[in-house]
């Protein structure tokens, strides 16, 4: 997958030398298959590069749906769905890999008293709602 770098609205063009047809494939459940599927100028298959094969499915979690996409390196559609619940595996652990780096990096966060979360002021005084809070 390509990623996109963001380009002003007035420089923006199409890179023509590499443009891409896409098909979907799906089990109607949770496995979806994208192929990109390189073409010409004249939208005609062009068989000097390979095809790009997707794999893309949701996960249910206690906090909601998380869509999950993930490269399958393979040159077929059969191999693509032979290598789909491996790379589902594989973007899982990714996933989690991912937040517990996240986690780590929050719990190492200097917390200083009388400061807000971005070290801005407006931290709580003395441990509680400025006065409020049930006191008279």
Do not use: C, H, W
Not at 63 to 85: S, Y
Not at 105 to 131: C, D, T, Y
């Amino acid at each position: 997958m390509a990623t996109r770098p963001s380009q002003p609205a007035e420089s923006m063009n199409v890179d023509v030398d590499n443009l891409y047809r896409e098909e979907s494939y799906t089990d109607l459940r949770a496995a979806s298959v994208r192929v990109l599927i390189p073409v010409t100028i004249d939208g005609v298959e062009d068989p000097a590069r390979k095809r790009l094969f997707i794999g893309d499915t949701t996960l249910m979690t206690q906090m909601g749906p998380i869509p999950v996409q993930f490269p399958l390196e393979v040159e077929t559609l059969k191999e693509a769905l032979d290598a789909f619940p491996q790379g589902v595996r594989e973007a899982i652990e990714r996933l989690n890999e991912r937040a517990k780096e996240m986690a780590r990096e929050e719990a190492s966060r200097i917390v200083v008293p009388g400061k807000g979360p971005s070290g801005m002021p407006g931290g709580l005084p003395g441990g509680g709602f400025g006065g409020l809070g049930g006191r008279g």
